[in-house]
């Protein structure tokens, strides 16, 4: 379905869940974070980071750690239970938590009561109303009694790290779990009140093949998943040691890739789910389609969304807060963490202050990756026509007057066009993952 131009895909670039992008993040000055804080005003949204996982894969680069040791969890926990305080006593009248996201990790790799404690100190601390509550579960931990604190907490969206369906796959990855296991974590959250339930999934994985991805994406469809992820594998064992698991030379090439991600598109609209962005998929019902429909859906540090506020407040170790001026990520070694919310400081010191000039790139970034089109300024359009040709001369988008157009078929190459844009790139070496 989509034409494969191997030089336009060359150049790795960023997922923009930011701009500017985590690569760029600096030191921030202290107090930057509270002061922010201190402005919100309105819808705000919450993110809680659980930096534990009962088993780790091979492929992740989550900050994350196992669970057994509990004295390290239990410490862990009183010092989010600490910074949730901190955070809250900064908020001004007014304003309001519409959105609350449990992530990690695996929110899951801790006990239930340890869970309902936190979700009881969230009802303490800040001025809920009416929140839409989602959380990210590991099916091997899952058990039966999470799908009553689900129930319990009004949890309506959950998202299932799933993969790959193939044995082999998922094997040479580190994440072995059966059908049978998937299948009755389904059951569990769904009797939970659960309605809106993603898979994320991988393609590129070692030893894999179309057909297995053919497979997963079929099961996937069979167990009515109401939003899909399917995200290109990203071997980076520079940034992500644990990475060196995996046998490089077991990976697809990059036309592989390419075709698996074609198929996944082909496979999925075609059983009636609605393309997202450039890798999420939604049925027609789910929210995150409606707002794509509507021209409403956002990109941020949890990726596609429906959520529509500016501000996104992290807490947890590695968390990141976002503001209209300001992204702000907390410390990420747990220790320094804990150390510093047990004292009743925000640990947020890495970051970047957003320019005027980079909220209006950012803007536009966010406009071709969520609506596939936008209006450029003259500056910007001389700034990056001669780099922009190649792709409106293969077809892969559409330049009329000043409006920008990614078509379907230039989908594969989204990341790579939009990053034309970014003024950050030229002075960063960092290398990023695969376009595709």
């Not at 790139?361 to 026509?385: F, S, T, W």
Request: proline letters at 6%.
């Amino acid at each position: 379905m989509w034409n494969y131009h191997p030089d336009l895909l060359a150049t790795p670039v960023p997922r923009y869940t930011s701009y500017p992008t985590a690569a760029d993040f600096g030191t921030l000055e202290e107090g930057v974070i509270e002061r922010e804080i201190a402005g919100a005003s309105g819808d705000i949204s919450l993110y809680l980071h659980i930096p534990f996982c009962e088993q780790i894969c091979f492929y992740c680069g989550c900050n994350t750690g196992k669970s057994g040791k509990r004295a390290r969890v239990e410490s862990y926990l009183a010092a989010l239970h600490q910074e949730i305080a901190t955070v809250a006593s900064l908020l001004p009248a007014g304003t309001r938590v519409r959105r609350i996201a449990f992530g990690g990790g695996s929110p899951n790799a801790i006990l239930t009561g340890e869970f309902l404690a936190l979700v009881d100190a969230l009802h303490a601390h800040f001025p809920l109303h009416a929140p839409e509550w989602s959380i990210e579960l590991d099916p091997r931990s899952l058990t039966a009694e999470w799908s009553g604190v689900i129930a319990a907490t009004g949890i309506t969206r959950a998202s299932m790290g799933v993969q790959t369906f193939a044995a082999h796959c998922q094997k040479a990855i580190g994440r072995e779990q059966s059908l049978t296991m998937i299948c009755r974590s389904v059951d569990w959250l769904r009797a939970g009140g659960v309605t809106s339930l993603n898979f994320d999934l991988m393609y590129g994985l070692p030893h894999q093949s179309e057909a297995d991805l053919e497979d997963s994406l079929e099961y996937t469809r069979k167990l009515g998943a109401d939003r899909i992820a399917v995200f290109g594998y990203a071997h980076v064992p520079h940034l992500v040691p644990r990475q060196t698991m995996i046998p490089e030379d077991a990976l697809p090439g990059a036309a592989a890739r390419f075709t698996m991600a074609s198929e996944a598109h082909r496979i999925l609209t075609g059983a009636g789910y609605d393309a997202i962005g450039f890798d999420h998929f939604a049925l027609p019902h789910d929210p995150m389609a409606r707002a794509a429909r509507g021209g409403t859906l956002r990109r941020n540090f949890q990726g596609f969304t429906d959520d529509p506020s500016e501000v996104l407040i992290g807490m947890g170790a590695s968390a990141v807060s976002g503001f209209p001026g300001l992204y702000a990520q907390n410390e990420k070694h747990t220790g320094h963490y804990r150390q510093l919310s047990g004292e009743g400081r925000l640990s947020a010191r890495h970051g970047i202050v957003r320019s005027a000039e980079d909220q209006r790139r950012g803007r536009l970034i966010e406009a071709l990756l969520c609506q596939g089109e936008a209006a450029i300024p003259a500056d910007l359009l001389a700034e990056v026509g001669p780099r922009l040709a190649p792709f409106t001369a293969a077809g892969l988008a559409d330049l009329r007057g000043d409006r920008l157009t990614i078509p379907v078929r230039g989908l594969p190459y989204a990341r790579v066009i939009t990053s034309l844009f970014d003024s950050y790139r030229a002075l960063t070496a960092r290398k990023f993952s695969s376009a595709i």
